[in-house]
């Protein structure tokens, strides 16, 4: 979900963390996986090198990096609350991330339920939304970007699993929405079928709510083989919208790779 957006105003970049998942099918990251998160590691660097501001949504390994400090060192930090509507791993997580960037960053503010200004782009958070269905996992911010578009980035709201999370990608009626996605490959450890059914009715929602003209859905839905036919199911309810993964819309190969690790371990992926 890394992401950097650059405005007339300012130049952004949200969530600058990358992972790999430690587990798939019992088996660890292939090292086409390992090569790759270094690659994007570097990435994100040259990208965060020329950005004023670095957000964090939330605390997951995945989305902030707390073994890169170059990746804070004076820009201005807007961060979810490190110690309100937050589990504990994360507030354990959020105190040591603290205690790094306080020194280096040039300034380091809470985002929920804020609003700032940068000339005239606007980033204005939710109040915090959680991060899929109960408070286990924690919660996120949602941040909207605003110039002469409108884009929002939902960061890990799972679906939009949870209501609230749909009700403001709709309130805020963006025209560029960043989705990660619902977690269809965690079915029958984690979620119900019902949960998948619920989270695909809120994103019809949003697609036939909303203005919005790019629905660039990836992250936790493109961890499953099949992610194509939901996303050629959200293509079929607006033709006005274009419905997309990161790659897709960025005009690159779709390469994905934790759904694919049975694959790469047969050497499939290295004919």
Known sequence: ????????????????????????YSMPPHTIELDRRR?????????????????????????HNPDEICLYRGKDVILKHPRE????????????????IEPCASS????????FEFGNTRVAFSSPLLH??????????????????????????????????ADFIVTQQPDIIILDGPP???????????????????????ISSTTAKTLIIDHHLLRDLHW???VTELRGVKETI???????????KVDIFEARRKELYGGQACE
């Open 39 to 63: 690659e994007m590691l570097e990435a994100i660097k040259e990208w965060v090198n020329v950005s004023d501001v670095v957000i964090i949504t939330h605390y997951h390994y995945d989305h």
């Open 132 to 165: 899929g269905t109960s408070p286990s996992l924690g919660f996120v911010v949602g941040v909207l970007i605003e110039d002469d578009q409108k884009l929002l980035y939902t960061s890990d709201v799972q679906g939009p699993l949870n209501q609230e999370s």
């Open 1 to 24: 979900m890394a992401t950097y957006v650059e405005t007339r105003d300012v130049r952004i970049f949200l969530d600058p963390g990358v992972s790999v998942s430690p587990d798939r």
């Open 228 to 230: 194509q036919d939901y």
């Open 184 to 206: 269809t490959y965690l079915v029958g450890s984690h979620y119900k079928k019902s949960d998948i059914v619920h989270a695909m009715e809120n994103i019809r929602k949003i």
């Open 108 to 115: 380091v503010r809470t985002a929920d339920a804020q609003e």
């Open 85 to 100: 509507n937050i589990n504990q791993s994360q507030k354990q997580r959020a105190a040591s991330l603290l205690g790094l």
């Open 242 to 252: 274009k419905v997309c993964s990161a790659a897709e819309y960025l005009g690159k």
